[in-house]
């Protein structure tokens, strides 16, 4: 049984490790300022915050950290004017952004050819990406690459990143694996997750780079601790066949479940199998018919599995159904419909008898 479950992880919905992908899955904006700042406030004057608040730092970043937009662009403007980069690309985020003020992209571009012409390698990568996808500007994916390639030569991880994506495909830059895998190397070492998983797949399959299993399934694992949940698969399967790195069932079962639940299917389906057949955990149908259900909803269907949970029983099968139709949460107990009822007669109780219909 053991054997037939690794069989059937090797021939499951995707590939387990593939040659990095032809198609360049560009990231969007790595910086993810937008994702750290706080909700906008009114801006309060210029001068007060940057003395009272942010004394002698960037007083402009200051305020675009703390949510003053307005306030950060007040600051940065004066700056701008004098060929600041910094201050260039500040404003440039606010206005891709819509930070405090209408999204405006044009304006936004504008600003960033303006930082990348001062040597500002976000600026560089920034703009690439809003010729890559035609926004505020001409779609213009060579001069995409060419502006990849001024921050990558910075050493702008993402730019990096995209950069040996492209020579990957082979059409906007030079087909290259040789430099597509270096770029990815200098990448990866920042800590860029998306950089250390496809490197990883580089140094397993020898694309670009001399064979290292070892290394390939550390980079692997060092993607899937900061949760990208192709590296958590990934690293699952490499624990499970212990290929680049000593076999360990309950470890493998461990980043399968946590990618379970992060939602993804194939996660849920490989989990599944696993529950179906007690390998590396205990034995659980229902639970494994759970996940089934979940991956099934996602459209991926697999017929091993389903030849696993012959067996299940049928109350096992529909209480396993009604956990995958309430999941993340648990369905609702006798208690808890009762207490649900309470509560309703509570709230029909304190509605004011002149209030009920028909009462006039």
């Known amino acids: 049984m053991k054997a037939l479950v690794a069989l059937l992880l090797l021939i499951s919905a995707t590939p387990v490790l593939a040659a990095p992908s032809t198609d360049v899955p560009m990231i969007d904006n790595t910086l993810g300022l937008e994702d750290m700042l706080p909700t906008p406030q009114t801006a309060p004057d ?32 004066p700056r701008a004017e004098k060929a600041d980069p910094a201050a260039q690309t500040l404003i440039a985020e606010i206005y891709a952004q ?42 213009n994916r060579p001069k995409a690459a060419e502006l990849f390639k001024q921050a990558a030569d910075k050493g702008y991880a993402p730019a990096e990143y995209n950069l040996a994506l492209l020579h990957v495909e082979g059409i906007d830059a030079s087909p290259t694996l ?30 670009g780079v001399a064979p290292n299993t ?15 949940i192709e590296a958590e698969i990934d690293y699952a399967t490499l624990l499970y066949l212990g290929n680049g790195v000593p076999k360990n069932l309950k470890e493998a079962v461990g980043w399968y479940e946590r990618a379970a639940n992060s939602g993804n299917p194939v996660a849920q389906d490989r989990y599944a199998k696993l529950l179906a057949v007690g390998e590396g955990i205990d ?27 012959i067996g299940i029983s049928q109350k096992d099968l529909d209480a396993a159904e009604e956990l995958a139709r309430f999941w993340p949460s648990q369905p609702p107990t006798l208690a808890d419909a009762a207490a649900e009822t ?6 029909a109780q304190s509605v ?4 009920l219909a028909g009462s006039h």
Do not use: H
């Not at 399934?217 to 990208?228: F, P």
């Open 46 to 77: 210029a001068n007060s915050v940057s003395n009272d608040v942010f004394g002698r730092q960037d007083d402009a970043y200051g305020a675009f950290q703390r949510g003053y937009y307005l306030t950060a662009l007040a600051l940065a403007l």
């Open 98 to 139: 819509g930070l405090g003020v209408a999204p405006d992209v044009a304006r936004a571009s504008s600003w960033y050819q303006l930082a990348a012409k001062n040597c500002d390698r976000m600026a560089a990568f920034e703009l690439g990406m809003l010729y890559l996808n035609g926004e505020g500007v001409p779609k």
């Open 214 to 228: 070892a290394e390939g399934a550390k980079q692997i694992g060092l993607a899937a601790k900061q949760g990208l």
């Open 178 to 207: 040789t430099d597509a895998a270096k770029l990815m190397k200098s990448a990866a070492d920042t800590g860029l997750a998306e950089a250390q998983y496809d490197y990883g797949q580089m140094l397993m399959e020898g694309a």
């Open 342 to 347: 309470a509560r309703e007669k509570a709230a």
């Open 352 to 355: 004011p008898s002149d209030k």
């Open 283 to 309: 034995l659980d149908l229902k639970q494994a018919a759970m996940w089934r259900a979940l991956a099934r909803r996602q459209g991926l269907n697999d017929p091993l599995l389903d030849k696993l949970l």
